[in-house]
C-alpha cells in the first residue's frame, strides 16, 4: 500500500509517498496524484521519496507519467530525499535527467 500526502505552499506543490510503488499500487496512486495535479495552483512539484521503501519499473512509468502532465502545464518537477534502494533505480533510469534530484 501507498499513501500519498500533498501540500502547497508558495506556488510549489509536495507531494510525499509512503510505502511501496509497484505494479499492485499503480493504478491507485496515479489517479491520486493525477487529482493532486488537477486540482492545485503551483509551478514547481517536489516530490519527496524519503518514506517510500521500494519502487520498481511500474513506478518508474508512473513518475514519467505525471512528469509528462505537468511539463504539458509547464511545471518544473524535482525528487527529494529518496532512500538508497530507490536511488539506485532512478539512477539506473536516468530519471533525473529529467527529474532532477533535490536534497
Known sequence: MTTVFSKVANRVLYISMCG?????V???VRG????????????RVV??????????????G???GR???????NSLVF???PTASVDK?????????IMPKVV
Open 26 to 28: 499503480a493504478v491507485s
Open 32 to 43: 491520486d496524484l493525477d487529482a493532486l495535479i488537477s486540482r492545485s495552483d503551483f509551478d
Open 89 to 97: 533505480i532512478l539512477r539506473l533510469s536516468g530519471i533525473y535527467d
Open 62 to 64: 508512473v513518475l514519467i
Open 20 to 24: 511501496e510503488l509497484d505494479e499492485s
Open 79 to 81: 525528487l527529494a530525499n
Open 47 to 60: 516530490i519527496d521519496l524519503s518514506k517510500l521503501v521500494f519502487m520498481d519499473s511500474t513506478g518508474i
Open 67 to 73: 512528469y509528462k502532465k505537468l511539463r504539458a502545464r
